[in-house]
């Protein structure tokens, strides 16, 4: 009996592909994104009108209807201490939870579509979790039920265009997982998580253009000056990551490179404007998306060395 042969073909946008296919051969046609979500479980628990019922439900019914889940938010994203609050607060945000659901269904297929016709992801097995938490984390991937999955947090969404910036980073780094071995572990040395946040921020600035900055960085229109503190402490940014090129990014001494960690030096999260900076520079030398997004450890590590020492030189 003869195998049948599954083919997923790349073409740029527009271009259609022509070929001709052996019989038991058949063009690949990726099924939809799988969505699994949980905010039908939280109406319901909305709608229970006893306060301190709603409070017992969230970790007895809601929560425990999707152990998994809850399992991945907590390990980094979520806060136990939030769960009260958030129950309490429940009836206030039903509209708002609805709406933000059917939102990031559609955001979802839309960045879908995009990076399947630029040929960035061709698995089938893309999946998403839908959630509504305690006001933590808006959106993040990890691995869910042996699947690299992208969470998003209904009740942290966001506004458009900012609400689909997110998906489309967020759905970044799931193709990076797909095309790059050395994004798959837990934490990586922080020259690797320097270039992986800036090629999620270039990537979105590439499928989803014309906007600030802020935008990208940040999904947000509050954080200009923050751009222009990173540009003029570009010097001591390059300084600390050649001093930490394979420090792990979740070490302390890095801590305000990747966090709103504040710092003498260098401002909260300034990796990511320096990736950033980094990953545009590489597009316009002529790497392509899928180039960036199949990158290797140590091209990550001697991409940001050589920015850095760029900026050191410059400064001096």
């Known amino acids: 009996m003869s195998a049948s042969i599954r083919l997923c073909l790349f073409a740029a946008p527009g271009v259609k592909l022509g070929c001709q296919l052996r019989p038991g051969t058949t063009l690949c046609q990726p099924d939809r994104m799988e ?12 709608r229970i009108s006893d306060a301190e019922g709603r409070v017992t439900a ?8 999707f152990p998994t889940v809850f399992d991945v938010y907590y390990s980094a994203w979520g806060d136990r201490g939030r769960r009260r609050d958030a129950a309490l607060r429940a009836p206030e945000l039903t509209q708002r939870i609805r709406a933000a659901e059917s939102r990031a269904r559609v955001l979802l297929r839309e960045a879908e579509d995009d990076f399947r016709d630029r040929g960035l992801v061709c698995e089938d097995d893309l999946h998403a979790v839908l959630l509504v938490g ?8 990890a691995e869910h039920a042996g699947q690299r999955t992208l969470f998003l947090a209904l009740e942290f969404l966001g506004h458009p265009p900012h609400d689909d910036l997110l998906v489309v980073h967020e759905l970044t780094h799931v193709a990076q997982a797909q095309l790059s071995v050395a994004t798959r572990a837990q934490t990586y040395p922080a020259s690797l998580a320097v270039v992986v946040e800036g090629v999620a921020t270039a990537t979105t600035r590439v499928v989803r253009p014309g906007l600030t900055d802020s935008a990208y960085l940040w999904m947000d229109e509050g954080h200009h000056q923050w751009v222009d503190r990173c540009r003029a402490s570009a010097p001591k940014i390059a300084t600390m990551l050649l001093e930490h090129l394979d420090t792990p990014d979740d ?30 520079d590489m597009l316009q030398q002529g790497y392509a998306l899928r180039d960036l997004l199949s990158i290797a450890e140590d091209d990550a590590r001697t991409w940001v060395a050589t920015w850095a020492a760029a900026h050191l030189r410059t400064s001096g």
């Open 35 to 46: 969505i699994l979500t949980t905010a039908n479980a939280w109406q319901r628990l909305a």
């Open 58 to 65: 969230w970790t007895r019914e809601y929560e425990a209807g």
């Open 134 to 141: 305690g006001h933590t984390s808006n959106g993040w991937v």
């Open 251 to 280: 070490a302390d001494a890095v801590a305000p490179l990747f966090r709103n960690v504040t710092d003498q030096h260098v401002p909260a999260r300034s990796a990511y404007w320096a990736g950033d900076q980094i990953a545009q």
